[in-house]
């Protein structure tokens, strides 16, 4: 079915990323950088002239495009969504892709900055990609894999459909979301307008990956108010904010419950953000567990750190909020088996090992699945997200093309 082929998915990536659409988390707008929207443009161009009449992009930064069903089978209609962000820790200004033809397995030494060498040692992966073609950043930006493999893949699937018009499939839906990166992906999207009845995001790593379990999250914010007064005469009056931030995070434990020092299935509590001056500081944290009842036991070990600081730190006040982020799609998932079956296959009929993994993290699809859109995530080869060591293979990304063409048609086939 591929023989004769000709992929644009590596044309389409290499566009995609030197346009700059990082997200900000910071932002109160929606999408939160309307740079993000650039790019949304231009998908919705390339798809209205593969002949996809019903592109469009909303005023959120939502792009919405159906393949109308070609079978007289009446078959569930399946959406392919991605997210055009990309993530606010690294700058994503100014991306110069570079491709590493016929990659050898040495390390990959970045050409404007030096210092940056992705190696093999720290990315095992990269060294089974031999005689692949390897995409990476030039050493000073991410490169923006995350998640414009997924874009390019999708762009790239419904060029086969609309090039292969012999081959059946049902109605198939494309989402592209904006600020997945800062958490807000799906807040106002219509599924409604979309239409779908089970859904696929690409946003995955190494070929053959397949997720449908993931993180539940929440986020919390601690408020720590002080007492202010002129440091010159502050003796028992002035009671620092700042110190006793200090003083809540030291209860952190050094070595459990952190990124750093978790894997597999192990849950965290992690800082990202904090502020202050002496009358006011605060901090925020995202807690982290496949196990949603664990969210509760964190925000209660943290709610003991408070009070241990609070008796530190006589006349401070200090007050947590907690956000529900979003929860293991797991949850719906195992209510609904063929969508994952389904998927399995399509990996295995394109020629891959599935690897079913869980995702250390969480995707569009984690909200998407508790809000009625069944949504586990596929392989897109994006590698070393979030900083400038980020690479995709070609093959890989090529790979992820022939997967979500043959689910479409293993949908067809089975209904």
């Not at 408020?223 to 440091?231: F, N």
């Not at 001056?277 to 605060?282: G, R, V």
């Not at 969480?362 to 508790?370: E, I």
């Not at 060591?389 to 209904?415: G, N, R």
Request: proline share 5%.
């Amino acid at each position: 079915m591929f023989q004769n082929y000709i992929f644009t998915v590596a044309d389409r990536f290499l566009k995609y990323v030197q346009v700059d659409t990082q997200s900000d988390p910071h932002s109160t707008d929606f999408p939160s950088t309307a740079k993000q929207k650039a790019l949304s443009r231009i998908l919705v161009e390339e798809l209205l002239a593969m002949g996809i009449a019903d592109a469009s992009l909303d005023e959120h930064g939502y792009v919405y495009a159906t393949i109308p069903s070609n079978t007289n089978k009446k078959v569930p209609v399946i959406c392919f969504c991605s997210h055009v962000d990309t993530s606010p820790d690294c700058s994503g200004a100014g991306v110069k892709p570079l491709i590493h033809k016929n990659y050898q397995g040495e390390d990959i030494v970045l050409p404007h900055d030096t210092q940056q060498v992705i190696s093999i040692n720290d990315h095992p992966y990269l060294s089974s990609r031999k005689g692949e073609d390897i995409i990476t950043a030039s050493g000073t930006t991410l490169l923006g894999a995350d998640d414009k493999s997924g874009v390019a893949v999708i762009m790239d699937m419904a060029n086969f459909f609309l090039n292969h018009p012999e081959i059946k499939h049902g109605t198939i839906k494309i989402l592209f979301t904006p600020d997945e990166e800062i958490g807000r992906g799906v807040d106002k999207v219509d599924l409604k307008r979309l239409g779908a009845d089970f859904g696929y995001t690409l946003d995955g790593s190494e070929r053959g990956a397949f997720e449908d379990e993931t993180f539940s999250a929440d986020s919390v914010t601690i408020t720590i108010t002080g007492v202010s007064a002129h440091p010159g005469y502050g003796k028992n009056k002035l009671v620092n904010a700042i110190k006793a931030a200090g003083a809540l995070l030291e209860c952190l434990p050094a070595h459990a419950l952190s990124p750093e020092t978790t894997e597999n299935r192990e849950g965290f509590v992690h800082p990202v953000y904090i502020n202050g001056i002496a009358e006011k500081a605060t901090l925020q944290f995202i807690i982290r567990d496949f196990v949603t009842a664990k969210l509760y036991e964190y925000e209660v070990l943290l709610q003991q750190y408070i009070d241990e600081t609070i008796k530190k730190f006589p006349g401070v006040t200090i007050a947590m909020e907690v956000k529900e982020q979003y929860r293991n799609m797991k949850e719906v998932l195992d209510q609904y088996p063929q969508v994952s079956e389904y998927a399995l296959e399509a990996i295995s009929r394109s020629g891959v090992q599935p690897v079913r993994t869980s995702a250390r993290g969480g995707t569009d699809g984690s909200r998407l699945s508790f809000m009625g859109l069944p949504c586990p995530n596929i392989f897109t080869g994006e590698m070393a997200f979030h900083g400038k060591h980020e690479y995709v293979s070609i093959q890989d990304m090529q790979k992820s093309v022939e997967t979500i063409v043959h689910l479409a048609i293993i949908w067809e086939e089975k209904s």
